[in-house]
């Protein structure tokens, strides 16, 4: 399976772009990046997915370098309640489309 | 929308005893998994299921562990003899279509406390 690579913790100001890096340098050409996240005592919370193209929802956008070896996550104007563990997951196809999640990001949004 | 329903929301038992823990996905929403969640980790995949079908259970962490989705919709989790390691939050997530491109959509879970 391929693996990502997050820091384990990031600060930022609340109303400031929140810029979460991901690191995914064995990723074949058919997985899709996917992140979630996921505030205590909840469930995870699906964000965003994309392929190879960079992608935008009314959460987040997502940026996918060209050769795909890496991504970032953009909260474009970070809230307090944006404060949660973010995960960054490469899916395979042909596992039934399960995730294998890591020990993600966790991001902490400060006033 | 609802999301995915999981019952009961907390649950205690004493080391030995059998528990039954609930999913209702999505409404037609084909795929399920089960993941659990220890404290301070991630979550880890333990089963998914294809409609009725229960087409991977590689993460099950030994045979007192079962999953079942009868009907293709609703799905429980058995845990028999719990043991004190059971304890953790269990996760159920539910996807329209059980391919890559279809994303996981998770309920609130069910956290375990094994006395």
């Known amino acids: 399976d391929a693996k990502t690579t997050q820091p384990p913790s990031m600060d930022c100001a609340e109303g400031r772009a929140a810029n979460l890096p991901c690191n995914h340098s064995?990723?074949?050409?058919?997985?899709?990046v996917y992140w979630y996240r996921q505030i205590h005592s909840q469930g995870p919370q699906y964000i965003i997915h994309?392929?190879?193209n960079n992608e935008t929802n009314e959460m987040a956008s997502l940026i996918i370098t060209e050769d795909r070896k890496s991504s970032t996550l953009i909260l474009p104007h970070a809230t307090l309640r944006d404060t949660a563990v973010y995960y960054c997951i490469v899916r395979a196809p042909n596992q039934g489309g399960k995730l294998i999640f890591g020990q993600g990001t966790e991001l902490s949004v400060k006033p | 929308g609802a999301g995915v329903s999981q019952s009961p929301r907390y649950k205690v038992a004493k080391r030995g005893q059998d528990v039954a823990l609930r999913c209702d996905p999505i409404s037609g929403h084909v795929s399920l998994f089960w993941y659990q969640q220890a404290l301070g980790q991630g979550p880890e995949f333990l089963t998914y299921f294809q409609n009725e079908a229960q087409l991977d259970k590689s993460g099950l962490p030994s045979d007192r562990f079962f999953a079942e989705r009868p009907e293709g919709s609703v799905s429980t989790l058995k845990i028999q003899r719990t043991q004190q390691e059971d304890s953790a939050v269990y996760l159920c997530?539910?996807?329209?279509?059980?391919?890559?491109?279809?994303?996981?959509?998770f309920g609130n879970g069910t956290r375990l406390t094994v006395t």
């Open positions: 064995t990723i074949s050409g058919n997985e899709y």
């Open positions: 994309g392929l190879k």
């Open positions: 997530a539910s996807s329209l279509a059980g391919t890559e491109n279809s994303p996981l959509h």
